[in-house]
């Protein structure tokens, strides 16, 4: 009886140290000491032996089944461990692996546009100023000198929200803010900025643009001020080689004003001209409006379209591509970071 329980114990112990998991080694530990197990087995055969012999046995089985105990806990833990080193090992994190790579948006060209111009402005020391885009009708006309009843509101068709509020139709109202803010002090600023007119959109027109405007109010001032910034603005936007045209016309804001002409070459070889802004000498009726005193100061003004300047420089087709968010056009402005 003896031999066949070593044997026996001896085979369940190699089966032990052959586990290769935590399941198989489960499995074999119900197999073995579990209720209808090999030893409960073994266990039972203990009535057919004689008095004599049955405590020797029962302590030879008891001794058995303590060896199988002790040798699955030291197998579990083995295996327990090696678990846990594989775990370990399988999550890992490798350094040296390449990382996720994110796509990079890039600076819209209206943006890129005005983030030139004033970088170009602030090295000639204007000041950038900001306004809102719901204007009060006092800041949108009546502070650039275009009464209630002005025939030339006509030339600004507007989105009115009430009576006295609408969303500005250039960002000259501005000028009219810095120069109260200033309180009679000398200025120079410009406002990028976001304007609307009632408008069918189409290649050429939209009901929402974009303008930079420029005030310059000191002593001294003159035309021929006006004519070197703009010039100099010209050079900086579209080459050394450009020239500028100023051209009579009419803004109820500046007297005289002016509507301003870059030069190109055409195809055949001539020059020839195209419109980029507006501008004037500030109208003495608006400095005084702001706190000026006209006999001594005198400004000039210019309302600059950043689409325009834009299509120009990028040869735009269509003003419509800047506000549509289409990534196969904003892609081919990667030039700014
Ligand atoms: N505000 C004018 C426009 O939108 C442009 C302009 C600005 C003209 C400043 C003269 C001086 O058409």
Same mark, same amino acid.
């Given at each position: 009886m003896t031999d066949t329980l070593q044997a026996l114990t001896s085979s369940i112990l190699g089966e032990i140290n052959d586990a290769k998991t935590l399941d198989a080694l489960?499995? %074999?530990?119900? *197999?073995?000491l579990g209720k209808k197990g090999t030893l409960a087995g073994v266990m039972q055969t203990l009535r057919t032996l004689s008095p004599e012999e049955r405590p020797v046995f029962g302590q030879a089985v008891n001794n058995a089944k303590e060896d199988l105990e002790n040798a699955i806990r030291e197998k579990k833990d083995m295996l327990e461990k090696e678990k846990l080193m594989k775990n370990l090992e399988d999550g890992r994190i490798d350094v040296t692996l390449p990382g996720v790579r994110f796509p990079k948006g890039t600076v819209h060209p209206l943006t890129q546009v005005i983030e030139d111009l004033e970088d170009f402005f602030v090295g000639l020391g204007y000041e950038i100023e900001d306004g809102p885009e719901l204007e009060n009708?006092?800041?949108?006309f009546e502070m650039m000198n275009l009464s209630k009843d002005h025939p030339a509101r006509a030339m600004q068709d507007s &989105?009115?929200?009430d009576e006295t509020m609408l969303? *500005? @139709?250039?960002?000259s109202p501005v000028q009219a803010r810095a120069m109260l803010k200033r309180k009679g002090q000398p200025l120079r %600023? #410009?406002?990028?900025g976001k304007v609307y007119r009632r408008d069918d959109d189409d290649p050429t027109h939209s009901h929402q643009f974009?303008? %930079?405007e420029g005030l310059l109010i000191d002593q001294g001032v003159s035309m021929a001020s006006l004519r070197d910034v703009l010039k100099q603005m010209a050079r900086h936007l579209f080459g050394e080689d450009r020239d500028i045209r100023l051209r009579p016309s009419y803004f109820p804001f500046t007297e005289p004003s002016v509507e301003v002409d870059v030069s190109y070459v055409k195809?055949?070889?001539?020059t020839g001209y195209i419109e980029i802004l507006g501008a004037g000498m500030v109208h003495p009726n608006v400095l005084k409006m702001g706190g000026y005193d006209p006999d001594v100061y005198r400004g000039f003004a210019f309302g600059v379209g950043v689409e325009r300047i834009a299509i120009l420089k990028y040869g735009i087709?269509? #003003?419509?591509?800047?506000? @549509?968010?289409?990534?196969? &056009?904003?892609?081919q402005f990667k030039g700014v970071e």
């Open positions: 489960e499995q %074999i530990r119900v *197999r073995a009708d006092h800041y949108n &989105f009115y929200t969303l *500005r @139709t250039h960002t %600023i #410009i406002c990028p974009m303008q %930079i195809k055949d070889g001539t087709d269509d #003003i419509r591509h800047f506000y @549509t968010n289409d990534l196969r &056009f904003l892609n």
